[in-house]
Nanobody, 123 residues
Framework: VQLQASGGGLVQSGGSLRLSCAAS????????VGWFRQDPGKEREFAAG????????SYADSVKGRFTISRDNAKNTVYLQMNSLKPEDTAVYIC?????????????????WGQGTQVTVSS
């Protein structure tokens, strides 16, 4: 499966963005999807994940209550709605897919990775 993230940009602190992860190739509904973020020189950090069918979601404590992950399998797309953004949310956001039913917080569990989209939050 090929993944492409989009929707990043520059936003002021407190603002919102919605990221999209579009998939092509094999049946998208067969994959759980995770959103990760990475700053240069830092490890890739799990942000949110969603199960194959979209019924189970998980979030990092740092984004819980502010970010919402969802999916539309008919459109082969996973979304990450980000509200109340903070400067520390600045990073490249990358979506990834794995063949398990539910998502995982470890990057090692994911087989397929997109290229990422830059999110910059100014103070």
């Amino acid at each position: 499966v090929q993944l492409q993230a989009s929707g990043g940009g520059l936003v002021q602190s407190g603002g919102s963005l919605r990221l999209s992860c579009a998939a092509s190739g094999r049946t998208f509904s067969s994959y759980a999807v995770g959103w990760f973020r990475q700053d240069p020189g830092k490890e890739r950090e799990f942000a949110a994940g969603i199960s194959r069918g979209g019924t189970m979601t998980s979030y990092a404590d740092s984004v819980k209550g502010r970010f919402t992950i969802s999916r539309d399998n008919a459109k082969n797309t996973v979304y990450l709605q980000m509200n109340s953004l903070k400067p520390e949310d600045t990073a490249v956001y990358i979506c990834a897919a794995q063949g398990s039913v539910s998502s995982a917080s470890s990057a090692r569990e994911y087989r397929y990775w997109g290229q990422g989209t830059q999110v910059t939050v100014s103070s």
